[in-house]
């Protein structure tokens, strides 16, 4: 039975809760369904744990915002919880750990260049990487998703490592592998199962091996990290991971929460979080390029005339490139890479839109539900870039605008995806020309669910564009 004026939602049943009642491999028609039945504040029981599920813009910046430090918790007892013991920044508690960790690596990637131009000079270095092996498959039909999830975790590996590797080397293409089967099972039935039955994981199920993997990934780190301690200078960090040592050493004897469990989780999120996320992104932006021409010449159109004589873009370029911004925050919008944003808990007793939410709720912010709110898009359920453009063709964002969620546990890697995003984009096509293949069959922009939404796998024909030459 729900706790005094709890959100209300549908009856629960014994050990499962509501969980029947999703569709697990999807659950957010469901969810939508729900909001429309009991409103934008509505609470499921995931066995028999009461969860709240916020919808629309104007209760999630109530909560996330108005209200930001009785909702920045993160829950417990949930597989990614196991996998990353509490520690690091994205499942760490509400606290001074989070709250030193999380400005630690926000001023360290402002300080290895986001915002200045070695940053850049990253982003760019991998794209020409990405650039070769297009121009090497020029038009031949290919699936292009491991192409670009190598791409963005190689340049985190760049950051935190110091180096890339190479897109065949051995342990990365095996890390890229257990990076996309953990994500896919932890936020998968699977993973409900886990979350919601405890007696069961010790069973040989798939959360075993997802356990397994993140340990094996794990390893190979350590192995760099002790490199590195054998290599460095101090006070001249080369990547993420002297600056953390720097940062130990500046701290004396009694470094906490600095420590090596705290530095070993905190590289493995940015990993894990900074890989799907950005691919994902490009994938269905270069979806909605084949299938849009007409977008994909105008952004074509700008980027020539922008960069004419020019021999790569910069960053500072997009304030000249509207249609552009444009159509990238379109993109992000109906990609909606994290549907369900990164589970919340609050951190007390509170109270929202009228209803009382105890401590330690768990906490669903819906983002899917504010990037396609009617009230608050001209085109909600459109792909259209006047979504983000006014009356003089300026580029606009509404406040709607928010796939990064908002808050203090906004995501802290938004300034580099958005210059990935940016760098990436303008660079293809520049240089390519993106076609739906013969052999692709009907485009199909529904997606496949999952802590990070991907498009389905689709094939794509690059062509080298008029004038360019290998
Ligand atoms: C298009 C790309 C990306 C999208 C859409 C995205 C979106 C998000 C969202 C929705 C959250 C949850 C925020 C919340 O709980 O309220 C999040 C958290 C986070 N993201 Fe991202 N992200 C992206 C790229 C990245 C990258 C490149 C990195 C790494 C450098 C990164 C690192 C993180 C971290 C560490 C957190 C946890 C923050 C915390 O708990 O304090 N993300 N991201």
Redesign the pocket.
């Known amino acids: 039975r729900r706790p005094k004026n709890f959100p209300p939602g549908p009856g629960p049943i014994p050990i499962f809760g509501n969980l029947l009642q999703l569709n697990l491999e999807n659950p957010m028609p469901d969810l939508e369904r729900l909001s429309v039945r009991y409103g934008k504040v509505f609470s499921l029981y995931f066995g028999g744990r009461p969860a709240v599920i916020l919808n629309g813009m104007s209760v999630m910046k109530e909560a996330?915002i108005g209200k930001a430090v009785d909702f920045?918790g993160?829950p417990n007892g949930l597989l990614l919880n196991h996998l990353t013991q509490g520690k690091?920044?994205?499942?760490?508690d509400y606290g001074p750990s989070?709250r030193e960790h999380?400005r630690f690596?926000l001023m360290t990637?402002r300080n290895f260049g986001l915002g200045k131009q070695s940053m850049e000079e990253r982003i760019l270095g991998e794209i020409s990487y990405v650039c070769a092996h297009l121009e090497a498959s020029a038009g031949k039909s290919i699936d292009p998703q491991t192409l670009f999830h190598n791409a963005?975790c190689d340049?985190?590996c760049s950051?935190m490592f110091g180096s890339r590797y190479e897109y065949d080397h051995d342990f990365f293409q095996a890390m890229i592998k257990m990076m996309a089967e953990n994500s896919k099972i932890a936020n998968g039935p699977w993973g409900m199962v886990y979350d919601t039955m405890p007696l069961l994981r010790n069973l040989p199920l798939p959360f075993q091996r997802a356990l397994r993997d993140y340990h094996t990934v794990k390893l190979h780190v350590l192995g760099i990290i002790a490199e590195h301690r054998a290599t460095r200078v101090p006070r001249e960090p080369r990547d993420l991971i002297d600056s953390y040592l720097d940062e130990m050493e500046k701290r004396g004897e009694n470094c906490a929460p600095f420590d090596d469990g705290q530095m070993i989780i905190?590289l493995l999120?940015?990993?894990f979080?900074?890989?799907d996320?950005?691919s994902?992104?490009i994938r269905t932006a270069v979806l909605y390029f084949m299938t849009h021409t007409d977008v994909q010449e105008r952004c074509q159109q700008e980027i020539d005339e922008v960069l004419e004589g020019k021999a790569q873009v910069s960053f500072e370029d997009r304030h000249k490139m509207p249609y552009m911004q444009a159509v990238i925050h379109e993109v992000?919008r109906v990609?909606s890479?994290?549907p369900l944003?990164?589970?919340?808990c609050t951190t007390k007793d509170t109270e929202l839109m009228g209803y009382q939410i105890p401590r330690g709720t768990l906490i669903i912010?819906n983002?899917t539900s504010v990037l396609y709110e009617e009230d608050q898009w001209k085109f909600p359920y459109d792909f259209n870039p006047s979504n983000f453009l006014n009356d003089q063709g300026q580029f606009e964002k509404p406040e709607a605008f928010?796939?990064?969620?908002?808050?203090?546990?906004?995501?802290?890697?938004?300034g580099?995806?958005?210059m990935?995003?940016f760098l990436i984009l303008v660079t293809l096509l520049r240089r390519f020309q993106f076609i739906w293949p013969e052999d692709g069959g009907e485009p199909d922009f529904s997606p496949v669910f999952g802590v990070?939404q991907a498009p389905k796998p689709y094939r794509m024909t690059v062509q080298l564009r008029g004038g360019l030459t290998n």
């Open positions: 996330l920045a993160r690091g920044v994205i499942m760490a989070w999380r690596a990637l963005s340049i985190i950051i905190m999120d940015l990993l979080a900074g890989t996320t950005t994902n992104t992000q990609a890479t994290l944003s990164v589970f919340h912010p983002l928010m796939p990064f969620s908002v808050g203090p546990r906004t995501c802290l890697g938004e580099l995806a958005r990935e995003l990070t």
